[in-house]
């Protein structure tokens, strides 16, 4: 068993895809074990996507991540973390497969809908960046 984080981002939340996304998580046999609503502040942006800190969109992704409240998952399952990759799609949906939710819900390579953790070591440095024990489920 494993875990990973998933976000539903700003743009995501604002275009009612919440129950859209679950869904497909619940679809593929995912178990979700917390789940929270967050509107995060530039500080803990920044704090998030500090492994970033150096890239060039690195201003306007903690921008728009604090643009408005966002989802914050945490999933459980066998192989979550690849699971999770594939059903969100390359990060630039023009290059995402077909049926992915960054090909079908994204608009911009950074307005893409989704977060998910790409690693054991990020996943468990992200779930607890929003979550604490007590917060997630057996
Ligand atoms: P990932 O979300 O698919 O793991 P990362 O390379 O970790 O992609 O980048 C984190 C986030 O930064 C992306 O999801 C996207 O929102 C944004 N991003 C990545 N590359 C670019 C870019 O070239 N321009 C603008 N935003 C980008
Ligand atoms: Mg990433």
Do not use: C, W
């Amino acid at each position: 068993m494993e875990r990973t984080l998933s976000l539903i981002k700003p743009d995501g939340v604002q275009k009612k895809l919440t129950g859209e996304i679950i869904k497909r998580f619940e679809n593929e046999g995912i178990t979700i074990v917390a789940m929270k609503k967050v509107h995060l502040t530039q500080k803990q942006a920044e704090g998030f996507y500090a492994v970033h800190r150096e890239r060039p969109f690195f201003n306007s992704l903690t921008k728009f991540m604090t643009s408005g409240p966002i989802i914050a998952m945490v999933l459980e399952g066998e192989n979550v973390i690849a699971k999770n990759r594939k059903l969100m799609g390359a990060t630039n949906y023009k290059e995402a497969e077909e049926g992915t939710i960054r090909r079908e819900f994204a608009t911009d390579i950074e307005k893409n809908v989704v977060h998910g953790s790409d690693a054991p070591e990020t996943a468990a440095f992200e779930i607890a960046y929003f979550f604490n024990n007590l917060e997630i489920t057996g």
